[in-house]
Every structure is written in C-alpha cells, then in structure tokens.
C-alpha cells in the first residue's frame, strides 16, 4: 500500500513537471523599440512578470487549457493574446501601439515612481520629438506655446524665450522654471549672469521629448523649482540599431541638418550601447540683418547596463551663434512698422556693417563681438548611475559639469536722445545747434553723401560677456515598504556656479533701413571749428558699463513619500536648502579716460571707460523650505480627482544685491511662493483632458528695472513685489476616428500686484507704486486649438495659438493687443524595406503673417512706457516663413 502510495505521488509530480509551461517572447512598439517594464500577465492569476531591457520576457506557469496573456504598458494599448498551455514552449512577439489617451504618458521628471501623467497629482504637459520635428520648431516659444498657463514669447528669435508661467511676475527667460536636459538644470544658479538657460544648448532630434511640470511638488526634486520643469529626455541607444536624418529647408536662407545614430557598442553580448546627435546649420533670417545666424552642436551619451543597474554618461558640445532681436520704433498710433528709405518696412535694425568693429580703451583694443548675436561655445558632461541595491531599493546619482564661453550681444534700436527716427537735416540741428555745414556720408569709403530728407535713427550696443562655469551634482536613495504602499526617496542637490558678467557699450547712428548702413557725421561749429561726430558708425564709444565677478553655492537635502492605497494616491515631501555667493562688484572701479587726442573728436569719442581694477566685494546667504502636499483620488476608471499645496521658495537673482562698499553681508532673503492646485483628470478611449483651478502667491520678489540713462543702459531701480495669482485652465483632446483628432487648451487668469516698494537707483528715492494693478506681460486668457491627422502615409496639422492683451509694464499705461499664430503642416511616408522610411513635409510659421507685439519697451524705466508720442517701441513677432524637411529613418 505505501509503494502504491508513493508512485501514485511520483507520478502526480511528474505530470505536474511535464505540465510546466515556458512563454517566452518580446516586447516592442510600432517602430520596433524594445519597451522595458511591460507586464506580462495571465488574466485572472497573479502568474505574470516584466519584460526586460532588450524586450524579452520569461514565464513558466504550471495552468493547463486556454489561457489569455495579457502585456501592457503605461502609454500604449494593452495586448491580449489567446494561449494552449499543454507543457510545450510557446513564444510570443508582441508590438504594442501608443495609447490614444495623452494622459496615459509615462511621466520621468518630478518623481521617484513610475506612473502616467493621469495618476500624477499636479500638472504635466508633454510633446515627443517627433511632434517638435515636424514644427520646425526654432525656439522653446514654438515647443511650449501650446502649454495652459504659458505665456511664450518668440520674437526674439530663436534664444532667450521669454516664458511666463501661471501669472508669476517674471521678467521672462526661465526664472522660476529651469531648463534641464535628462534631469539636470542647463545652470544651476540663476541670476549671475543670464537667466536665458536656452542660450546653452538647442533642442536636436536625439530626444526622446519634453515634459513641462507645473506648480509647487516640482520644487522638490533635484535642482528643484518653485513654479514648473521644462525637461529633456535623450535617447539611449538599444539592442535594435537606429539612425534619423532631418534636412530642413527654410526660406530666408536656412539650411540645417540634424543627426542621431543609436545602437550596441561590442558584440552580441555587449551590454554597452550608444547615441550620438547634433545638428549643423546656417540662417540668414528669419529677418534680414546682414548677421548671419550658424553653428553646430553634438550631443551623445554611452550607456553601461550590469546585473543591478546601469551607468551613463552624457555630453554636450556646441558653437552656435544666433542673432537675436528687441524692439524697434513703430508707428505711435497704429503700431505698426515704419517704412525706410528705400520704402521697405524696417523689421530689424541690426546692421551687418558693424561687424569686427572695435575701438581702444585705457586696457587695450576692445573687439566687440556684434556679430556673433548670443553666441555659445563649450559644453558639459554628466555621469548618471543608478544601482538596484534589492528589490525595493535603488541608488541614483548625477554629477554634471558645464564650462562655457558666452556673448550677448543687445542691439537696442532707436532709444536716442531725439525722436527717432529723424531726418538727417533735422538730426543735425538738434546735435549741433548754430552750425554752418555739415557733411555726411555712408561707412566704406565710397563718398556717398546721405540726402538731408532721408531718415536716421540712433542705437545702442550692449556686448554682454558673460563666461560661465557649473558643478552640480544629485543623490538619492528610492525605497519602497514591503506592501509596496510606500515609495520613499531621500536625495541632496548640491551645485557652485562661477560666472563673468562683464559689458561694453557704444552708440551708433545708421541709416533707418533693414540691415542699415553706418552713417559718418562731422559739422562746422557756429565757431568755425569742425567737429567729427560719428566715426565708423559710432559716435559715442562708452566702453566697459559693468564688470562682476559672481560665485554662488547650493545645498538642499529633500525627503518625499510617494503613497498608494488602492484608489488614493498622495504625495508629501520637504526640502530645506542653503546658498551661500560672492560678489565682486568692479563698477565702482570704472573711469573714463581720454584715449584718442584728435582734437576735433567729440569727448563721446574720445573718452572710453575702462575699470581701474579695483572691486567691492559682499556677500549673500540664505537658508529656507519648502513643503509640499498633494492627493490623487481615482473616481471612476475613467476620471480622477487632484489636489495640491505647496509652500516653496525662490533664492532671487544675485545681481539685485549689489554690495555697499565698507559693508559685506548683504540683506538677502528667499522669495516666498504659495501655490495650491484643485483638478480633474479624464481619459476613455476617445477622450482625454483635464481641468483645474490655481492660485499663486508670491512674497518679497526682488526686481531689478533697467532704463537709458545718459545714453547707456543702467539699473535704474530695485523693487520688492508681492503679487497674487487665480487662473483656471482645462485641456482636452478628442479621437475622432484612429486617424483624426482635435485638442485644445484655455487658460484664464486674474493677476494682480498687491504690494510694491520702489527705489530708484539713481535718485535713491523710495515710493510705493503700481499697487493693484496687473502684472506686467501677462495676459488675462491664453488659448491653443490643433487639428491633426495620421494614418502613417499621410499627416497634417493646423494649429492655432492665441495670447490676449496684456500691459507692457506694471505701470499698466500701454495694453498691447491680442496675438493669434497659426501653424499648418504636413508630409507624406514612404515606407523602404524593413523599419525604413522617408517623410517629406512642409511647415508654415504664422500662416496668416500675423504682425501683433509681443512686448513693448521692457527698459522704459519705472516711469513705465507712454502711448503717446510719435513713436512707439515694440518688439513684433516674427514673419510668416515656410520649412521643408526630409527625414530618413534608417
């Protein structure tokens, strides 16, 4: 009996062994990626497991019969797949389509857990590369225009966007949210020389895309940031080889290439694998300026995978020069461009001719770099590693240093002494009143004399060299309970910018014409003397204006709980963080002194400041926190519920600190921000969007308000603001057919300033002004409305982004009027052998060449700007240009 017992128990064992099933397979998306991480499940069971960094995914089950294997992925539609389970192997290939539900990406910045954008308890919005490729996209304005909440502004060109974010009294560029590339702020300290973070680096098509994080948990993370993160995330190569080609063509001249190549370095058993982009380019617009813009960039990254982990390493490289565009004089009433000499509209009045000048000055020749526009070369490298030191526990850490050498150069057109622009003969008579002759020619020695009916117009030049040195690092330890309800990360942030803020200026009288030529005056005195008044284009050569030398240190400690109780999910977290800078201030130090002794140059001419070396040095610190509190509540399956709070901070710009001489700890102190967020978030297979109220406060912000004085750019004032923000702002996006969908955004919000003290630099005066009224630059309603269609041959899309009215300064004296852009695209595929292809499109730039302003004066000065007058500055947007592309993906 007992030997009948026991094989009875052999044989049951090995009829269980023989019925052990091995589902083996591969995971990928449509253009053949492999995707890390999808669950692979038997449906009704806990039977399931992960795929892994190539794809593949093992899973030995002992069920019998029929069976459905379900693989899913957070941002693609699951796939079921119908199974005999009977003992014999069974291998699956499995390409997962992307999820029509733009609320199903995953999200990668702002957080230590993997989850989509629809789990996230604050607002994220994203764009992949291939979206951003086919707009042709020249500036972070064209990336991010379409974003609630974000006011954009491009009329600059294709660096120092001005971003505005959720009514914050910015004075534009990336203030209160950094600029990051793969998790790391292009700068890690803002104020020291530039608050352009895109000066540093241009968007290539070696991404994978972009997330734009909004509101106070953003604050928590790494370099953290008080208002949102605008981040880029680069490719890595895989086990699957790839290579694009982009060749762009625009009109006005512009020619570039974009690259990236990804794949295994080694054998087939290597786990090391490679990318590599960049793009070379040249562009004589999109104004004409006689400057041409051209450069290149190469970026790449190798990435080491091991049992527990992987180590990457990034690096950047960039020579790029852009030429870069401010207001200019309008008409006073209609606003709108003015016509040349030679009967053209003026768009621009960078001048061509300036190239290579220079002039002396007590420290030698100083060579100004005008035509380089913002030039940018050097670049950074960034080591990131991550180990699994057990299943609930992971290690991350990143260390980044940055070393660049930086101009840029201002050409502030028409802010003369004298209304600009002004007949010759009329000019004249107001510089050198009694005169008895003057003569007047065009720069280059031709002899061409100027008629005395022709307009000029004076200008100012602002070289500002600004070098700039980084280190910043970041580590943090993620672990998770053993219920998996508990995601905690304990992280520090630690970084030390070193940077120049050293400027040269000089005037310039040119003729009033796009690219104008340089205009040589002298006059005969009412005493009979003559007098050179302009000599190669300049008649005022100022010379050095500011030289500082800046350092300032971080160091933040953060400790967050990311929490999920079935429906609920909740986010908590603390940050406390130090700074400590140094500031050597050499203005003081400046003196004018007499270089050239041709006695009939004017003393514009011939005197020059230089610095006589010697500093006043201060020095600021601070320390203080944030906390922020947020809670996701999953209604239905198909909507969810959100809320935040946050108390942050932001450490103000340095420059606004300037030391007292005999004093050097400086008054500073953090800004204080408050934000608090309530929402909704919805996603069904045809539907997905979001709607969510906000409200902002900002305490203690210092502002540094620069004007013309004396014919030079100065700070003029210092304010400390307080200002108050409620917006609402919903998004939605609609699926038509697989094929066809339509998206759009709105945004209204209600701003105001509730405190301002201002000291004028100059007079050294205090008032208090400019109490409830808006903020500057800053519209009331934003909007964004996009058709697009693809179905893998063709694409096309229409997009239309609207900003309303808004005040050029806090004075609210000028409102400016709405803006409406509208972008139309289009391509067509050619599918080649295997995953090839080539997708030839076009693109338009503002289809309906819209001539709106999207900013004033920004240096009117505390008086603010007049809308009266004559003239009018404004900077308009850019004109209708069109693109095309081919793009080979082999």
């Known amino acids: 009996m007992k030997n009948l017992l026991f094989a009875v128990i052999v044989l049951f064992g090995l009829s269980s062994i023989i019925a052990q099933t091995e589902i083996s397979g591969n995971v990928k998306d449509a253009s053949g990626i492999p995707i890390l991480g999808a669950n692979v499940l038997i449906n009704g069971t806990t039977e399931g497991t992960t795929s892994d960094f190539d794809g593949n995914f093992l899973l030995s089950t002992s069920l019998t019969g029929t069976q459905t294997v379900r693989i899913s992925f957070i941002g693609f539609t699951p796939s079921e797949q119908t199974v005999e389970l009977n003992g014999s192997p069974i291998v699956l290939s499995v390409v997962l389509t992307e999820s029509g539900q733009q609320l199903d990406e995953v999200v990668i910045t702002a957080s230590s857990t993997f989850r989509s954008q629809k789990q996230a308890p604050l607002s994220i919005s994203s764009k992949k590369m291939a979206a951003i490729t ?3 996209a020249n500036s972070q304005a064209d990336i991010l225009r379409d974003v609630p909440g974000i006011t954009a502004e491009g009329g600059g060109g294709e660096t120092a966007t001005n971003l505005f974010v959720r009514g914050l009294p910015s004075g534009g560029q990336y203030v209160f949210n950094p600029l990051q590339y793969d998790g790391m702020p292009l700068m890690s300290t803002f104020g020291l020389n530039s608050s352009a973070h895109d000066v ?34 680069s490719k890595t190569g895989d086990t699957n080889p790839g290579n694009i080609i982009n060749m762009e063509y625009g009109s006005r001249g512009r020619l570039k290439t974009d690259f990236y190549s990804g794949g295994k370095l080694g054998g087939e058993d290597s786990n090391t694998f490679y990318s590599f982009t960049g793009f070379v380019r040249k562009d004589d617009g999109p104004i004409e300026t006689g400057l041409a813009t051209r450069g290149v960039q190469f970026r790449g990254n190798i990435k080491k995978r091991f049992e527990n982990g992987s180590f990457t390493l990034h690096g950047q490289f960039i020579n790029d020069r852009a030429q870069f565009f401010l207001p200019l004089p309008l008409q006073g009433g209609s606003r709108e461009r ?13 001048s061509g001719e300036l190239a290579e000048t220079s002039f002396l000055t007590p420290g030698g020749v100083y060579k100004s770099p005008i035509e380089d526009g913002v030039y940018t070369k050097g670049g950074y490298l960034m080591g ?30 028409g802010n003369g002494s004298f209304g600009n622009p002004i007949s010759l003969n009329d000019y004249v008579a107001a510089v050198a009143p009694g005169n008895t002759a003057f003569n007047a020619q065009y720069q280059g020695g031709s002899g061409e004399q100027i008629n005395g009916n022709d307009l000029v117009v004076e200008n100012l030049h602002v070289d500002r060299l600004r070098p700039m040195m980084d280190y910043s690092g970041e580590a943090s330890l993620i672990f998770k309970s053993a219920d998996n309800a508990h995601t905690y990360t304990l992280g520090t942030y630690m970084a030390r910018t070193e940077a120049e803020d050293v400027n040269y200026q000089y005037r310039v009288l040119s003729e009033f014409n796009n690219n104008p030529r340089l205009v040589n005056l002298s006059y005969t005195a009412a005493g009979g003397n003559n007098v050179i008044y302009s000599d190669g284009g300049i008649y005022n050569r100022i010379g ?42 050499g203005n003081p130090g400046l003196e004018e002194t007499q270089v050239y002794d041709n006695p009939e140059l004017t003393p514009e001419l011939a005197n020059v400041r230089f610095t006589n070396g010697s500093f006043v040095t201060g020095t600021i610190k601070d320390t203080d926190w944030a906390l922020s509190l947020a809670g996701l509540y999953e209604l239905t399956e198909s909507t969810n519920l959100y809320a935040n709070f946050s108390r942050g901070f932001f450490f103000p710009q340095q420059r606004g600190f300037a030391p007292t001489p005999g004093i050097r700890e400086t008054n500073y102190e953090a800004e204080t921000i408050i934000q608090g967020e309530l929402g909704a ?16 406060n900002l305490s203690d912000r210092i502002r540094i308000d620069q004007a013309i004085s004396g014919g030079q750019l100065v700070d003029q004032a210092r304010s400390e603001q307080t200002t108050r923000t409620f917006g609402l702002e919903a998004t939605g996006k609609y699926l038509i057919s697989d094929v066809f969908n339509v998206n759009a955004t709105i945004t209204y919000q209600s701003h105001e300033i509730t405190q301002n003290q201002t000291t004028d630099l100059i007079a050294n005066t205090t008032t208090t002004i400019n109490e409830g009224n808006e903020i500057a630059r800053q519209p009331n309603f934003l909007g964004s409305l996009g058709l697009n269609y693809d179905d893998k041959s063709f694409d096309a899309n229409f997009t239309l982004n609207h900003t309303g009215s808004k005040f050029t300064d806090d004075t609210n004296n000028v409102e400016l009027d709405a803006i409406t852009i509208a972008r139309l695209g289009a391509g067509y595929t050619f599918k080649t052998q295997d995953v090839n292809s080539l997708r030839l499109g076009l693109s338009v730039f503002n289809l309906f060449d819209s001539a709106g302003l999207t900013e004033g004066n920004p240096r009117a000065g505390i008086a603010g700007q007049s809308a009266d007058g004559e003239f009018f500055f404004g900077r308009p947007i850019l004109p209708r240009r069109f693109f095309l592309t081919a793009t080979f993906n082999f």
């Open 384 to 413: 990131d590693f991550i180990y699994n030191l057990s299943d609930n526990t992971r290690f991350k850490a990143k260390v980044k240093y940055a070393d660049y050498q930086h101009s840029f150069a201002l050409y502030v057109g």
């Open 200 to 233: 540093y680096a241009r968007p290539d098509i070696g991404f994978k895309g972009v997330e734009f994080v909004r509101g106070g948990a953003a604050v928590l993370y790494g370099a953290g940031s008080v208002a949102g993160i605008i981040n880029y995330t």
């Open 134 to 136: 086919k707009l042709s």
């Open 681 to 696: 978030k919805f996603g069904t297979s045809s539907f997905s969007g979001s709607v969510a109220g906000y409200f902002v």
């Open 544 to 585: 050095m204006a500011t030289n500082r030398f800046l350092t300032q240190s971080r160091t933040a400690f953060y400790l967050t709980d990311e929490m999920v109780f079935d429906r609920w999910r909740f986010d908590v977290g603390v940050r406390i963080e130090s700074t400590a800078g140094t500031f050597n201030d």
């Open 338 to 350: 003015i016509a040349g000499n030679d009967g053209e509209d003026v768009e621009q009045l960078l």
